[in-house]
């Protein structure tokens, strides 16, 4: 099954720090989490004044998120997300190193960025609600995906 995700993270150029994740199954069901052991003094007022007004709480440990994310995908999930490189490695930093990923997990994720440059650079849909809160973001991917997918199947997508 295709999971859908975002994450909001501290970056200093050194450390990715998770903040928050969103998932979004294809089937529809949602995970939303908030880490409580991110350091708050490293954020930058980007990330102060677009991803902190966005978080809804209760923060969790990192360790009961993980956990609870292995519940929700399950075994042997497609990740899918949208300029992803650093979601991914925040998402499997939940676990250690890249060879302590849950079994029959892939070592990668999908990304819509190349999706959308593989359909000739089609213009998206420009994100309306919750932009920067994880769930909201990983709700727009599950949108944006379907909707190429269904453009593409029918020979209709049109190139910006």
Sequence with gaps: MKYFFDTEFIEDGEVID?????????DGREYYAESNSFNHSKAGDWVKAHVFPKLTGPAKPRKKIAQEVIAFVGE??????????????????????????????????LDLKQLVVSLGNP??????????NALDDARWVR?????????????SVKNS
């Excluded at 213009?123 to 920067?132: N, Y």
């Design 76 to 109: 042997a999930p497609e990740f899918w997300g949208y300029y992803a490189d650093y979601d991914w490695v925040v998402l499997c930093q939940l676990y250690g190193s890249m060879m302590a990923l849950p079994k029959n997990w892939p070592m990668f994720c």
């Design 18 to 26: 998770l903040i928050s994740i969103g998932l979004v199954a294809e």
């Design 123 to 132: 213009k998206l849909e420009l994100q309306t609600k919750g932009h920067h």
């Design 143 to 155: 949108e944006t995906w379907t909707k190429l997918s269904r453009s593409s199947a029918t020979g």
